[in-house]
């Protein structure tokens, strides 16, 4: 009865956290359409915080009731999942084609921000961790504010929404996602120890993959209209919000032990993502004469749209470069419930 109780309290946790999150991203976003904010600034700040809404206030209750490995788990691990498992399906469903510069530009950041991490967490995350990683993290929203602001080429509208009901919308979603992070928590944590499963296994798993659940629903939208910005605007701007508000407010609540194999697999995925999003970048600086030799022998219409998406300078992340990604999350997660482990002994 004390797990099937934990199961459902779960599961309602997930639910409201899903609902809650949407109803937050609506409100925001129709708030900050009626305060003159441009389309990429929600998306980049509203919309990835949203999403990421989840993680936040899950992990700082997590921490704040002395579960500082589900903190780490949900934060960390959810940015684990959001590459491994959303962008590598979504690469695998359709090929994800990135037409601006700037989300190149902002893999950059989130690549040196995770080198940052890593080294940070080494030994743990403690009270002064937490506020760099916070201090940087509010920096990058600064900067991604004051660049784009409003949008001189767009026209923003209100949409026929009064800005009280937007904060209304917008604090009911807020509410849900409390109440759903709580009952989430608690119910996870119930069951990790019904089930003698630690607090760290159900972090990185189950608590992780629940929260991550609304960065999966966006993306694979997106993907499925082709908009590969989206999915990788969504997938680095949520992983930001992950580390710098849910990771580093936690920390600063806790003290949080050392997960450097977990570390590890997240830095890896962060490098080879946006070595593969800049292989592009890369080739575009290649002469022509040297882009036709290598396509040469290739007369076929795959190699025709390759050189076509080169010369207008696209960004693509392919469907074996997505597999690969996909691959590498399924390991990781076989090694961190011993799964493998058991396999080989």
């Known amino acids: 009865m004390g797990i099937l109780f934990s199961i459902v309290t779960v599961l309602i946790g997930i639910g409201l956290l899903s609902y809650g999150s949407d109803w937050f991203i609506i409100g925001s976003s129709k708030l900050a359409k009626c305060l003159n904010v441009s389309n990429f600034v929600i998306g980049a700040t509203v919309i990835a915080f949203g999403t990421s809404l989840p993680e936040i206030i899950t992990s700082i209750y997590a921490a704040y009731a002395g579960s500082p490995m589900i903190a780490i788990g949900n934060s960390l691990g959810s940015c684990?999942?959001?590459?491994?498992?959303?962008?590598?399906?979504?690469?695998?469903?359709?090929?994800?084609?990135?037409?601006?510069?700037?989300?190149?530009?902002?893999?950059?950041?989130?690549?040196?921000?995770?080198?940052?991490?890593?080294?940070?967490?080494?030994?743990?995350?403690?009270?002064?961790?937490?506020?760099?990683?916070?201090?940087?993290?509010?920096?990058?929203?600064?900067?991604?504010?004051?660049?784009?602001?409003?949008?001189?080429?767009?026209?923003?509208?209100?949409?026929?929404?009064?800005?009280?009901?937007?904060?209304?919308?917008?604090?009911?979603?807020?509410?849900?996602?409390?109440?759903?992070?709580?009952?989430?928590?608690?119910?996870?944590?119930?069951?990790?120890?019904?089930?003698?499963?630690?607090?760290?296994?159900?972090?990185?798993?189950?608590?992780?993959?629940?929260?991550?659940?609304?960065?999966?629903?966006?993306?694979?939208?997106?993907?499925?209209?082709?908009?590969?910005?989206?999915?990788?605007?969504?997938?680095?701007?949520?992983?930001?919000?992950?580390?710098?508000?849910?990771l580093a407010l936690s920390s600063m609540i806790s003290y949080i032990s050392p997960t450097n194999f977990e570390m590890f697999i997240n830095l890896l995925l962060v490098v080879i993502t946006v070595g593969y999003m800049g292989k592009s970048a890369i080739f575009n600086g290649v002469p022509s004469k040297i882009k036709n030799r290598l396509f040469k022998k290739n007369n076929n219409d795959s190699a025709r749209n390759s050189i076509e998406v080169i010369n207008n300078k696209y960004l693509k992340i392919n469907r074996i470069e997505g597999l690969s990604l996909f691959i590498i999350y399924l390991i990781y997660l076989l090694i961190i419930t011993n799964i493998m482990c058991f396999y080989f002994y």
């Open 80 to 246: 684990i999942t959001n590459i491994g498992l959303v962008l590598g399906i979504c690469a695998i469903l359709s090929p994800i084609i990135i037409k601006h510069k700037s989300i190149l530009k902002n893999s950059y950041i989130y690549l040196t921000y995770s080198i940052i991490l890593a080294l940070m967490g080494y030994d743990g995350f403690n009270f002064v961790d937490g506020v760099i990683m916070l201090i940087l993290f509010l920096g990058y929203i600064g900067h991604t504010i004051k660049k784009e602001g409003t949008s001189k080429d767009e026209e923003i509208k209100c949409e026929n929404i009064s800005i009280i009901l937007a904060m209304l919308i917008t604090i009911i979603g807020l509410s849900g996602v409390f109440l759903g992070s709580r009952l989430f928590v608690d119910g996870a944590r119930d069951a990790a120890i019904f089930l003698g499963i630690s607090d760290k296994v159900i972090g990185f798993t189950l608590v992780a993959f629940g929260t991550s659940l609304p960065e999966i629903a966006v993306s694979i939208s997106a993907i499925r209209k082709k908009l590969g910005d989206i999915v990788i605007g969504n997938i680095i701007g949520s992983n930001m919000a992950n580390i710098g508000c849910a």
